[in-house]
Structures are given as C-alpha cells and as structure tokens.
C-alpha cells in the first residue's frame, strides 16, 4: 500500500519560478527522502529529513516536515528546465518484521514540467 | 563508487512464461529492495532484504513471483508464469544505515518487462 501521497499530480511551470510540491503520509517515519525519476531511468535521491528536523536546504531544494500534520514539501527555486521529471515522496519506516531498521515505501509521484 | 547493476534492461515475453532479473547492489550494501513500477505510478515495493534474509514480502504474488539473495549479495526476481498485468519497470535499490542514520536508497536503472 502506499504511504505517501503527493499533490499536485501534475504541475507545469515556467523556468524561473518556484514549485512546492507536497507530501502526506499516515505512519510514524524514522526519516522522509525525496526522489527523482527522469523518463525511462531510475530514481536518484534528493534529499532526506529526519523526523526531529523541520526544514532542510540543499542547493536550489528545501524541504519541511510536520511531524504534527504529518506532512511534508519539497521547494524547488528558480526552477529550470532540466527539473522536468516526476517527483517521489518516501517515508522510511520500521518495518513490522525483525531484522532491519527501516524500509522505504513511495508515493505515487508528482510530474513536473518546466516550460523553457 | 559503482551504483546497482540491473540486467536485463529491457525484456518482452508472452503470457504464461517465466523471467528472471538480476541485481547487483552496492557493495557492502546490506538493505536490498525489489519494486515493481506500473506506467505512471510510484514504486511498489515487493521485497526487502535484510543480507540474505527476508524482512518483507508482503505484497509479493507468491504464487508467481520469487526472489532470492545468496549469499547476501546479488539477488534474482523471477516471475513464473507471467500475466499480462505484470508489464512493468521492475526496480532494484540498496541501502545502508550510515552512522548518522541516513538510510537514502540507491537505485539501478531498472528492467523494462513488455508481457504480451
């Protein structure tokens, strides 16, 4: 099942202006992680907050988590037109079964399409 | 640093007969994930290992798929018989907990399956 659920769905920008994309979830996480994915390829990590976190920057990327509203976005500033891709939530939690500490599970992803 | 090998990239096959994936992960990576990716959704997890163990499987079609980790290294998804409703991207990650608790997957660039 999924666990994070993104909005908007889709989004469609023009270069150079901000896109907030967000994220909920419904369980306790020990971090939650944004992904990349560009057309046909793999999914590349972003950035990562911990649950004790509330903002974190990464170059042209900031992130915020409510632990509270459960819930989370992602900024993307000045965007560019290489930022066209879709975008992926994922709450890493403690899985029901011994033998690790955490396991990650996404949502179903956000497009973004930056017009040049 | 190499990333996770996935072979093959691409496969098609028809209804009724069975396919195998490989993954290579990270060295040292202990954490390896199977995730299946239907056009235009997020990633479904199907199987986590912890080395070679097990530590979810529990949205994996037993009666079709399986998956193994000899070794705690390489893994194999096969899927035996395929249904057309299994065309997907099928996604291998691994992970490691760093000593500051990042848990960030790294993913291959996945197997493309075509089930006509």
């Known amino acids: 099942s999924q666990q994070g659920e993104e909005d908007p769905q889709a989004l469609s920008i023009q270069e150079g202006e901000n896109a907030t994309m967000n994220c909920s979830y419904k369980t306790s996480i020990n971090n939650l992680q944004w992904y990349r994915q560009n057309s046909g390829r793999g999914l590349v990590h972003l950035i990562l907050?911990?649950?004790?976190?509330r903002e974190k920057h990464s170059g042209r990327l900031r992130v915020t988590l409510d632990t509270s509203k459960k819930s989370s976005s992602l900024l993307i500033t000045a965007s560019r037109a290489a930022d066209t891709a879709s975008y992926f939530c994922?709450?890493?939690?403690?899985?029901?079964?011994?033998?690790?500490?955490?396991?990650?599970?996404f949502g179903k992803g956000i497009t973004l399409s930056v017009r040049p | 640093e190499a990333g996770v090998a996935q072979s093959p990239r691409y496969k098609i096959i028809e209804k009724r007969q069975s396919v195998a994936f490989w993954c290579n992960p990270i060295s040292g990576h202990a954490t390896l994930y199977w995730y299946q990716q239907i056009l235009g959704q997020g990633p479904k997890l199907l199987i986590q290992?912890?080395?070679?163990?097990?530590?979810?499987d529990s949205q994996l079609p037993k009666d079709r798929f399986s998956a193994e980790r000899l070794k705690g290294v390489d893994s194999t998804l096969k899927i035996q018989p395929a249904k057309l409703e299994d065309s997907a991207v099928y996604l291998c990650a691994s992970s490691s907990r760093t000593r500051t608790g990042r848990t960030e997957a790294f993913f291959g660039q996945g197997t493309r399956l075509t089930v006509v």
């Open positions: 290992f912890q080395n070679n163990g097990v530590v979810d």
């Open positions: 907050i911990r649950s004790n976190e």
């Open positions: 994922a709450t890493d939690t403690k899985p029901i079964s011994t033998g690790a500490n955490s396991k990650l599970t």
